[in-house]
């Protein structure tokens, strides 16, 4: 499959948005990337855009395999629905206890927590706040038209404004 720059421009803007508060906010982060995941035994599994470990980041941080029966799901998935719709991965994502999941629709991001086996949007991240939805939305908008030093310099400013 070949992924295009409109899907990978957003993807790649949010984890570094993740990075940015992760260190302002002096919370552990693992980028793990777009890892294949898989259960064998519930006969699931995925492969995000990106996804994260924040609160389980030390529990992995150097393992060159996960295996999901005894390691944590990421704490954070990140889907781009440019092209096709990640809707249809949210059971999977809740059957393999995936906490958030972001969605970006290519003009707007939505946070989704796991809430009793379901996914319920909400507009600030539980995995990393203060970062919101909305916020996300207008960053990754002015990430298309600014300098990218600007553009961090700026997001840096926000965090450190909102904390």
Not at 1 to 17: D, G, W
Request: net charge negative; hydrophobic share 35%; charged share 30%.
């Amino acid at each position: 499959m070949v992924v295009s720059i409109a899907h990978e421009n957003p993807n790649r803007t949010l984890a570094q948005h993740m990075e940015i508060v992760a260190e302002e906010t002096e919370r552990d982060l693992h980028h793990a990337g777009s890892t294949t995941f898989k259960r064998k035994d519930l006969a699931k599994g995925f492969e995000p855009d990106s996804c994260f470990y924040i609160d389980h980041a030390e529990q992995v941080r150097g393992k060159e395999e996960l295996d999901l029966v005894t390691d944590p799901p990421p704490d954070l998935v990140i889907e781009v629905d440019i092209t096709r719709s990640s809707l249809n991965r949210f059971p999977i994502f809740a059957a393999l206890g995936v906490p958030e999941v972001w969605r970006f629709d290519g003009d707007r991001l939505t946070m989704h927590r796991l809430e009793s086996g379901r996914y319920t949007e909400l507009e600030t991240s539980f995995a990393l706040p203060p970062l919101t939805a909305s916020q996300a939305t207008v960053f990754l908008e002015e990430s298309r038209h600014e300098k990218s030093t600007m553009w961090l310099r700026r997001v840096r400013e926000w965090v450190r404004r909102a904390m």
